[in-house]
Each structure stands twice: as structure tokens, then as C-alpha cells.
């Protein structure tokens, strides 16, 4: 049982990077960017070739990063030079990207059994697979939000926050919002190939189809992580996001436990992040309705 809670745990530190790398466009920018969809794969296909190829694990997850954030500004562009809506620059992305995962790889899946990964390199330190997962897990799961922390504290970083919060007032400062909104779209498609690249090394293969419903898993933890923690600040917002990908992982081990079929699992996402988006409005009716009734007495 504790070998589970390990392997729930871990996989939830695994998946938070993706989910900070979705938290940067859907709540800094507001925007709903659909091309990590194919970013993740991406990012998975391009570590697992290297991999394959005998590269280190290290280089492998840097091309990935490089690989991801070549596939963000794509989408950057296509939003902020060629005035195409944010959601349909994405969707155009993210299709593709489905041939470019299948000339990257050469075919539909790549096995990374008996090759070196991440988590072989740690062997030394005479490991579970599973406590190997969770130390590289948690490592990247401290080491991403501390980085994309410091950035925030930057004058770009903030200029980048002020974009989606204000954007009338950061182009009233003499800040190019469309450099911003292309700067954010980078590094958070750069951070969810990140997380495809983890994760295949984890899975031990890369699919060029590993990347459908990754919005909704990563939108999944960043909302289970808001509601359930707090969004009050940056350094909260971070925090909650990781948090938040545990607890669903979590919740999709305890459902699996309880003999919910893994094919109803994307259907089981779906309805979870749509109750948490109606909390607030839910929340803020019954205090309204609380104040009503004081009111009356």
C-alpha cells in the first residue's frame, strides 16, 4: 500500500511541471493554449530518440525543452503577427504537431526499454523504481516553480504577469504585449515538453498519442489546486499548482481502487474540473445567501 501511495505521489510530482507550464497561460495570459497537446508528445518524442540514440539523459530533456518552446513560438506568432485567436492558433499547433511527432520518432511508438533514462542514472543510489520516480519527481517539482518564482520577481516577469492581469496599462508603460504573450506561450509550452519527456522516460516509451487530454489533466490541477489551496499570491498560486496535480492523482488512484473502468477515466476528469470551475459561483451564491438570511433576521 505504501509502494502505491509512492507511485501516486510521485506521478503527481511528475505531471505538476505540466501543469505550471498550462498555469502560465490559462491564468497569467488568459489564455486557453491547446497546442500542449502536441508539445507533450513532442517533448517525448524528441528525448526518446535521442535516448534511443544513445544521447545522455540530460541532453535528451534539454532538446525536448528547446523542441517544446520552438512549437510555443509557432503559436506565438500565428496569434500575435498573423491576428489568429488564441484558441484556433493552438488547435492549428497541436495538429501539426501530430506529423511532426510521427517524423520525429519515424513511426507511431518508440520503447525505451534497456536504454538509459533519468532514472537508470540513479541507480546507484540503490533505489525503488518507484522512490527513483519520486526523487526525480520531487526534485523537479521544487527546482521548476523556484525558477519560474525568481522570474516573476524580474521586470520581465512581472511585465509578462501584468499582460494578462492589465494589458491596457503594461502597452500604456510602453511594454510590446505582444512580445509578452509570446514570451509566455515559450516557456510554458518549453515546460510541458519538459514534462513529456519525464514522463516517457517514466512510462519507458513515447507515443505520438500520449498527448490527448493532457489540458484537461493539467487544468484539473491547477483548478482541484486553487480551490483547494489558495491563489492569493505567486508563490501560493505555484505551490497550489503542484499540490493540486498530487491530489488529483490521488483522486484517480482511489477511483481506479474502488473498480471505476480506466476507459472512463477522461470522462471522470472532464466532470471533476467543470464542478471545480462552478465552486466559486456556488461558493459566492451560498454566501450571498448567508448574508441574505442575516440580513432578514
Known sequence: ????????????????????????TFRTLLIADLSVE?????????????????????TAIFA???????????????????????????ILTMIALYSVNLRVMGK?????????TVYTSLAFLNLSPNMTTFVVGLIIAVLIPVLLYMFFGTE??????????NPQMIRAMGVNTD??????????????????????????????????????????????????????SVKN????VVL?????????????????PPNDLKLFTAILVAIALSLPLFKAKWDSRKVGVKCYE
Not at 3 to 19: C, E, N, P, R, Y
Not at 237 to 240: D, H
Not at 245 to 257: H, T
Open 1 to 24: 500500500m505504501s509502494d502505491l501511495i509512492v507511485s501516486t505521489v510521485a506521478q503527481g510530482l511528475l505531471w505538476s511541471v505540466m501543469a505550471i507550464g498550462l498555469y502560465l
Open 38 to 58: 502536441g508539445t507533450f508528445p513532442l517533448g517525448a518524442a524528441v528525448a526518446a530518440v535521442l535516448l534511443d540514440e544513445k544521447h545522455s539523459p540530460a
Open 64 to 90: 525536448a525543452g528547446i523542441a517544446g518552446m520552438l512549437a510555443g513560438a509557432v503559436t506565438g506568432l500565428l496569434h500575435t503577427k498573423l491576428k489568429i485567436p488564441a484558441l484556433l492558433a493552438g
Open 108 to 116: 507511431a511508438n518508440l520503447s525505451l526499454l534497456n536504454t538509459d
Open 156 to 165: 520581465i516577469g512581472m511585465a509578462l504577469r501584468a499582460t494578462g492581469n
Open 179 to 232: 512580445n509578452m504573450l509570446l514570451l509566455g506561450l515559450v516557456i510554458s509550452n518549453g515546460l510541458v515538453a519538459v514534462a513529456g519527456a519525464f514522463i516517457a522516460q517514466n512510462n519507458g516509451f513515447a507515443d505520438v498519442g500520449m498527448g490527448v487530454g493532457t489540458i484537461v489533466i493539467g487544468l484539473a490541477s491547477v483548478i482541484i489546486g486553487e480551490v483547494l489551496f489558495g491563489s492569493k
Open 237 to 240: 498560486s505555484l505551490i497550489s
Open 244 to 260: 493540486g496535480s498530487i491530489v488529483y492523482r490521488i483522486v484517480i488512484a482511489v477511483v481506479l481502487y474502488l473498480g471505476m
